[in-house]
């Protein structure tokens, strides 16, 4: 399941003309009679859960119903940038924190502070870093229904084949440096870790695990002594052949790697412990654990919100659905759906135990100290940057030293910019 991305193709370069344009629209109200709300979303594996949840809400709303409106992540901010400008957006739809402060910035958010403090929505049961992820300029717009965090996932036949103990929450980086050394085995073309740069999936916990930041008051990180320290850590265990480089995960990506067994461990997403669990090797002998621990004890932490279109005519029942899916209630069956965690506090037990086999209350404990997504009010500009400059140090050619500061002085003038605008 995609979690995060770069704003769709022109978005970002496009966004004021598109977007403004969309907030000058008109729009009515509800009128008399049964109110049908339309609710885009990306996943079809949350599907059948969000099908139950929506029954939940019509049982105690009988004037409102709600239809599924899904759209394949490949085309989804495509079609929704589409939607907007011709007046046909979900009145309800998901926004992840790569595309928040854009489509918020614009005015096609409904502001929902307000709503929130009338009906006394519970804020507070939900992930603290992801309330602040989905506000703008002191005003909420989206409220979190999930949340992950990223953990170290690993092989357990291939770490007793090479005599090697499991990883465990007292690892630190030099205990997983150690381990892929042991673990890789060049006869089998086996790797103890991938180290990968594609999506982000491990960039970000390397450099705030090892102290660093990539985004932090409005100024890159990338240039920071401990930032690349962290980045350092990683092309390293490439140059010595600890890790694929990244110009073999062209075609294999790390998480596939690790689920055909030729890399021991990766860093991966709480999300995708349903498609590891579907890998039978995977079930059988997979484990996973915290992220080993840098100059501090760190994560990333991610979730999806529900925003309400700013153009919708169906603003209060619009508000009401949101509001439920807010509860405890919608996050109780969106548990049980075994696909996502749920944000409401207190709900995730039905999650971990649906794949009992993994020890999934790590991915739960992380999040106290996860460090919020790092995004801005067009991350596509400058999270665009990082491939070129970052790439080569990633395939095994050195130098991500002068890649990391000059990555930090170019994110520093699209910030500028940002701000300027």
Known sequence: MRRRTLLCSGLAAASAPVLAACSDQGGGSESGGRTTLSYGMWDPAQVPGMKKIIAAFERRNPGISVRIELTPWATYWTTLKTSMRGGTAPDVFWMNAVNFQLYAAHGVLEPLSEHIRRDGTPLDRHPRQLVRLYAYRGTQYGIPKDFDTIGLWYNKDLFDKARVPYPDTTWTWDDLRDAAAELTNPRERVHGYAAEMQRQIVIYPAVFGAGGYVLRDGRSGFGDERTIE????????????????????????????????????????????????????LKDHGGVTVLPKGRERATVIHGLANVVSAKSDKKTAAWKFVHFMAGREAAVIQAESGVTISSYAGTQDAWISSMPEFDLRHFIDMKEYGAPYPSSKNTAVWENLQYPLLGAAFSG?????????????????????ERDT
């Open 230 to 281: 962290g980045l350092r850590f990683l092309t390293d265990m490439i140059d010595r052949g600890w890790s694929p480089p990244q110009s073999a995960m062209v075609e294999n990506i790390g998480r596939v790697r690790f689920w055909s067994e030729k890399a021991a461990m990766v860093n991966d997403l709480s999300a995708m412990a349903g498609q590891m669990y579907a890998v039978p090797a």
């Open 397 to 417: 050619k050195g130098g991500v030293e002068e890649a990391a500061r000059t990555l930090g002085e170019q994110m520093d003038r699209a910030l500028k910019e």
